[in-house]
């Protein structure tokens, strides 16, 4: 079993950045990030594989958000640059036996962390 932390959150203007952290309790295979808004189905951000030389993002995303891993501290980041008010959702970081885009393929879930993106 593995327990996950995220924290980073808060409330940035548009065009500002924000770093989140997912501490885990024990080493990890693949990690990903999720975000899910009110009303709306939670969607795919970013993945990285046990290595962390591979890499997933969904285009709504991409050249935006980078999805990095410190394994000696069990550790998942997520920086996010250029933040548009369409990004505001609560992000949750999951480990899983399986680098994969499907939130049904990680078995192990943080609380989350609110990101809230002002116009």
């Known amino acids: 079993q593995v327990q996950l932390v995220e924290s980073g959150g808060g409330l940035v203007q548009a065009g500002g950045s924000l770093r989140l952290s997912c501490a885990a309790s024990?080493?990890?295979?693949?990690m990903g990030w999720f975000r899910q808004a009110p009303g709306k189905e939670r969607e795919f951000v970013a993945a990285?594989?046990?290595?962390?030389?591979?890499?997933y993002y969904a285009d709504s995303v991409k050249g935006r958000f980078t999805i990095s891993r410190d394994n000696a501290k069990n550790t998942v980041y997520l920086q996010m640059n250029s933040l548009k008010p369409e990004d505001t959702a609560v992000y949750y970081c999951?480990?899983?036996?399986?680098?994969?885009?499907?939130?049904?393929?990680?078995?192990?879930w943080g609380q989350g962390t609110q990101v809230t993106v002002s116009s």
């Open positions: 999951a480990t899983g036996s399986s680098f994969t885009k499907s939130s049904g393929d990680y078995a192990y």
């Open positions: 024990s080493s990890t295979y693949a």
């Open positions: 990285i594989n046990w290595s962390g030389l591979s890499k």
